[in-house]
């Protein structure tokens, strides 16, 4: 489940972005630290506004898992490689309810090219 996140995440960016407007930029930036451990390793080290925006999108896709039911694997997966959220109140509802879109469209196979495998 993470590998086709993490693919579907790369062909996502891959279709947007030489057009990649600046609200899909800003809303994919928190989840682009899923597939970058390192990277987020840093971002918790800074304690970044990047890092509590995306302990909110995973605080948020936890509570809404009735909605996103693939959400709860999912967020399994990403606790045992050392993700976990928690609420900091720093993002906004109306991102953090398309992010989760988002990622349960890249756990739906939306974006993933079965070409590249």
Known sequence: MYRVFCES?????????????EYRALLVKP?????????YAREIQS???L??????????MEKNIA?????????????????KGCSFGVAKPHELEEQTKLINMFLNFQYWDARTQ
Not at 51 to 60: G, I, Q, R, V, W
């Open 9 to 21: 995440l790369s062909n996502y960016k891959n279709i947007y972005l030489s057009n990649m407007d």
């Open 67 to 83: 909605r996103y039911p693939k959400m709860k694997a999912f967020l399994w997966t990403l606790e045992s490689r050392g993700f």
């Open 47 to 49: 304690n970044s506004v």
């Open 31 to 39: 989840i682009e630290l899923l597939a970058d451990p390192d990277k």
């Open 51 to 60: 890092f509590m925006k995306l302990n909110d999108l995973l605080a948020y």
